[in-house]
């Protein structure tokens, strides 16, 4: 086999081992958006996929990395919604309404992408990978430019945990709702409620003590 034949060979596999790679990923996406991650099988997946279990596992190393390449997915069509139309908002209290309220909306229209973000545990309690973490929090960097127009004195560390505190009760508040524990209220009710507590939050980030 002369150097052409195989580079032509490699070419080949390389070609086969993507196509694979994204059958799988594609598969695995669609169970996820259509059941979330409740039953999700390695084996399920495959089949869908139209491949072996071998096969599968030499696309990705186990099942916890299939998931997290679907979530990386995820948070980048999360960070593209929720920045949306951002670069025209000038004040920074609209800003954040804007921000949350494009939050909500991708919860309610991929409730179980969404939930799988929030609701994947690494089996045996292994480390989330740093590629992925890093991802996450470039996904709501978006947050931090108008937090710092109405705190200009904080740097971007100080802001960051600003934005996984205003994250975290906008989250939370849409997570509840969605779940319908305890009170449930229709989505324009909770879009009213959800401005006007964004708002709140923000008069009080200027509020000088």
């Not at 089949?47 to 299939?66: F, H, I, W």
């Not at 600003?162 to 994250?167: D, H, S």
């Not at 009213?192 to 923000?202: G, K, M, P, S």
């Amino acid at each position: 086999m002369n150097n052409v034949q195989l580079l032509v060979k490699v070419m080949k596999q390389d070609e086969k081992r993507s196509l694979l790679k994204q059958n799988v990923f594609d598969a695995a996406y669609k169970r996820i958006e259509q059941d979330g991650l409740v039953g999700l099988r390695a084996r399920d997946i495959a089949k869908d996929a139209g491949c072996s279990l071998g096969s599968l596992y030499n696309a990705y190393q186990d099942l916890d990395d299939l998931i997290l390449n679907v979530n990386s997915r995820v948070l980048e069509m999360l960070k593209e919604t929720i920045s949306s139309n951002m670069e025209d908002e000038e004040n920074a209290e609209a800003a954040l309404v804007r921000l949350a309220v494009n939050y909500m909306n991708f919860a309610y229209e991929n409730y179980n992408l969404w939930s799988s973000v929030f609701g994947h545990t690494m089996q045996d309690n292994a480390a989330i990978p740093d590629w992925y973490t890093e991802q996450t929090n470039a996904t709501f960097l978006a947050v931090i430019s108008p937090l710092l127009k109405l705190r200009p004195e904080l740097d971007e560390a100080e802001a960051f945990i600003l934005v996984r505190t205003l994250f975290s009760a906008v989250h939370g508040i849409i997570t509840i709702n969605l779940q319908e524990r305890f009170i449930s209220i229709p989505k324009d009710m909770l879009q009213i409620q959800l401005i006007e507590f964004v708002q709140t939050y923000a008069k009080g980030l200027q509020i000088k003590v």
